[in-house]
């Protein structure tokens, strides 16, 4: 109970720190929509329906309302419900997040083990080494070197949308990855993953790059465990040591960084799918935020808001269900 009403007080907090720094910096997003030879009472009479005519306080009082209600108000630029417009874009969103965090765990929880497994040697100083240079680089850095490698130079894989514009498909879900797999679509199915490889692995390199440090550091101080050091007395393989002993009991700390990091990349979404013309949620929100339509923005940051915090609340009961000792401890 105690960590929901944290979970109500930081939306609360979220939502009154946007919906107030949206109203005090400059621009008038109703004057910016409003066509050449318009006069003042048509701008008073779009900003009273949108409710901008009232004080901050009966805004966001009003505001909070109908979004308890599952009502985030009407797009100013679009002229769409906010909730439409976000509901449409997330699934896209999601589908690259959680491409790229496959990504980042395969290629991390690899570069880690081994690194762990060939402490002090050339192989291990050489995995460091990527992974310190990979996490300096920041997400779109990468993207902007995809682009050019397996765009420009090679001609690999596209780097632009999310699906062939030749292909026809009717997505109920907005999942098309998945929603085209189950219905065999397999072309589908390749194409959206064709289109996600490379925005997937501009995010999922820096991810992968701590989870390698993590995990190393954790299977080390697990290899230096009694429990270990009495398993390779009985005789049992490196390999087997480390996949049965030593994993199991570092890979809580790999996960909960595996979970912050997770929320970060969703973050990082905003630019690289800019970068790549890739329809979701961030790219959105550089739309919405050059217009200066204020429903939308406080609707998108309320949405990634809630996506952090479902994140960690679900890694925090994984974390849990993976190690029962934690469960009586004070949280």
């Known amino acids: 109970m105690r960590r929901f009403v944290h979970i109500l007080l930081t939306l609360l907090g979220v939502s009154l720190v946007v919906f107030v720094l949206m109203r005090v910096v400059p621009g008038d997003p109703v004057a910016m929509m409003i066509p050449p030879g318009a006069g003042p009472e048509d701008i008073q009479r779009l900003r009273a329906f949108y409710g901008l005519d009232r004080s901050i306080p009966e805004q966001y009082g009003l505001w909070i309302v109908q979004a308890l209600q599952g009502e985030f108000g009407t797009s100013i630029s679009q002229r769409q419900g906010v909730l439409y417009l976000i509901g449409s874009r997330l699934p896209t969103t999601l589908e690259l997040g959680f491409t790229a965090l496959f990504f980042a765990v395969v290629a991390g929880g690899l570069a880690g083990v081994v690194s762990a497994a060939t402490h002090g040697s050339w192989l291990s100083s050489a995995i460091d080494g990527v992974a310190a240079l990979v996490q300096a680089v920041p997400d779109f850095l990468w993207g902007l070197v995809f682009i050019l490698l397996f765009g420009v130079v090679w001609m690999w894989l596209p780097i632009s ?27 589908v199915t390749a194409s959206v993953f064709q289109h996600s490889i490379a925005p997937s692995l501009a995010l999922a390199l820096p991810v992968a790059a701590i989870i390698a440090r993590v995990l190393k550091a954790s299977m080390r101080e697990a290899l230096s465990s009694d429990y270990v050091l009495l398993a390779r007395l009985k005789g049992l393989s490196l390999s087997r040591v480390l996949l049965t002993e030593a994993l ?38 550089i739309n919405a935020v050059i217009a200066r339509d204020l429903p939308l923005i406080q609707g998108l940051v309320l949405t990634f808001a809630v996506l952090f915090v479902a994140i960690n609340l679900f890694v925090d009961a994984l974390t849990l269900a993976l190690n029962p000792r934690l469960r009586g401890a004070p949280r």
């Open 161 to 187: 949308g999310r699906v062939d514009p030749l292909l026809q498909f009717d997505s109920r879900s907005g999942f098309i990855f998945i929603e085209s797999l189950l219905r065999g679509r397999l072309d």
């Open 248 to 285: 199991p009991n570092a890979v809580t700390p790999a996960l909960q960084i595996t979970g912050v990091q997770f929320a970060f990349l969703l973050g990082g979404t905003v630019l690289i799918e800019r970068l790549f013309s890739y329809p979701g949620i961030g790219s959105l929100a």
